[in-house]
C-alpha cells in the first residue's frame, strides 16, 4: 500500500514502520519571494582579476607568496603566476586556497561576495575613529566652556553697570 501524496501537502504516513523520517516538506507559498534580479550576481562585484583578488586576500591574511605556497605544497612560483594572472589555479587548489586565505571560492573566482578585511586597515580606522570622537568630546567640552565664560562676563558686567549706577545716584 502506497501513501498518497497531494500536491499540496506533505503526507506524513510512512508506508515503511521503521524507515528514517522523511524531511519535512515545505510549500511553494512558505519560500521567500525573490524576484528574478535578486541572485548573487545582482550583488555589487569586485572587478579586479582572479589574481588581484589572490593577491588581496593572501595580503589581507598577512602572508607572503612564499608562507601561502608552502602552506599550499606548491612553488612560490606558482603562487605568483595565480597573482600576475600568468595562470589560474585548478579547482582542488582554489578551495585550499580560498580556506587559507579566509575567502569564499565565489569571491576568488568572481568577485561576488564579502571582500576580506585587511587588519591594519581596519586597526588604523578604528584608531582614526576614536580619534575623531575624542576630538568631537573636546570640541562639546571647549563650547560648554565658553558659554560659562560668557554667562560669567555677563553677569561681571550687569554687577558692574549696576555699581557704577549707585555710585552715580548717590552722589
Known amino acids: 500500500m502506497k501513501a498518497s501524496r497531494s500536491a499540496r501537502s506533505c503526507s506524513t504516513t510512512d508506508p515503511v514502520p521503521h524507515a528514517a523520517p522523511k524531511p519535512a516538506c515545505v510549500q511553494p507559498e512558505e519560500l521567500p519571494a525573490m524576484s528574478e534580479a535578486e541572485t548573487m550576481w545582482s550583488e555589487t562585484r569586485d572587478l579586479d582579476s582572479?589574481?588581484?583578488?589572490?593577491?588581496?586576500?593572501?595580503?589581507a591574511a598577512n602572508l607572503s607568496g612564499?608562507?601561502?605556497a608552502r602552506r599550499l605544497g606548491i612553488k612560490t612560483a606558482t603562487v605568483n603566476a595565480?597573482?600576475?594572472?600568468r595562470s589560474e589555479p585548478r579547482a582542488n587548489r582554489l578551495t585550499m586556497l580560498a580556506g587559507f586565505l579566509a575567502v569564499s571560492p565565489t569571491w576568488l573566482?568572481?568577485?561576488?561576495?564579502?571582500?576580506?578585511t585587511d587588519e591594519r586597515m581596519t586597526t588604523e580606522l578604528s584608531m582614526i575613529s576614536a580619534s575623531l570622537k575624542n576630538l568631537?568630546?573636546?570640541h562639546e567640552r571647549t563650547g560648554e566652556a565658553l558659554d560659562r565664560l560668557e554667562e560669567q562676563i555677563e553677569r561681571l558686567a550687569r554687577a558692574a553697570r549696576s555699581q557704577a549706577e549707585e555710585a552715580a545716584g548717590s552722589s
Open 66 to 68: 612564499a608562507q601561502l
Open 136 to 138: 568631537r568630546d573636546t
Open 82 to 85: 595565480w597573482e600576475s594572472g
Open 109 to 116: 573566482l568572481y568577485g561576488v561576495g564579502e571582500a576580506p
Open 50 to 59: 582572479i589574481g588581484g583578488r589572490i593577491r588581496r586576500a593572501r595580503e
